[in-house]
């Protein structure tokens, strides 16, 4: 069982930034492909950013793209999320994700993908 494990949330205006972080239990956690969700309420949780097992490789979501950075440390079992510009319809809860390493070359943007959920992080951005 791998536990994943979110921080960084919290309460920012808008423009600002905010950097996740999700700390990984997995003694294989270099070989795993990674991901951010995020679920507004009322809505669907929704893909963010992935990023491959070597960190060399990764995808965003049209609404993030250029604004939001997926990366990771796997000397430390970590991904982060930096997301700066952020706006009030970035407010949702953050959800990191640990798939097989093949995920990112076969749908990383589809949570099916994903074997593994941390409990998630709340992101408030005030306008």
């Known amino acids: 069982q791998v536990h994943l494990g979110e921080s960084g949330g919290g309460l920012v205006q808008a423009g600002g930034s905010l950097t996740l972080s999700c700390a990984s239990s997995s003694s294989t956690f270099d070989l795993a492909t990674m991901g951010w969700f995020r679920q507004a309420p009322g809505k669907e949780r929704e893909f963010v950013a992935a990023?491959?097992?070597?960190?060399?490789?990764?995808d965003y979501a049209g609404s993030v793209k250029g604004r939001f950075t997926i990366s990771r440390d796997n000397a430390k079992n970590l991904v982060y999320l930096l997301m700066d510009s952020l706006k009030p319809e970035d407010t949702a809860v953050y959800y990191c994700?640990?798939?097989?390493?093949?995920?990112?070359?076969?749908?990383?943007?589809?949570?099916?993908?994903?074997?593994?959920w941390g409990q998630g992080t709340q992101v408030t951005v005030s306008s």
């Open positions: 990023i491959s097992w070597n960190g060399r490789r990764t």
């Open positions: 994700a640990a798939g097989p390493g093949g995920t990112f070359n076969s749908g990383s943007s589809s949570a099916q993908k994903y074997d593994y």
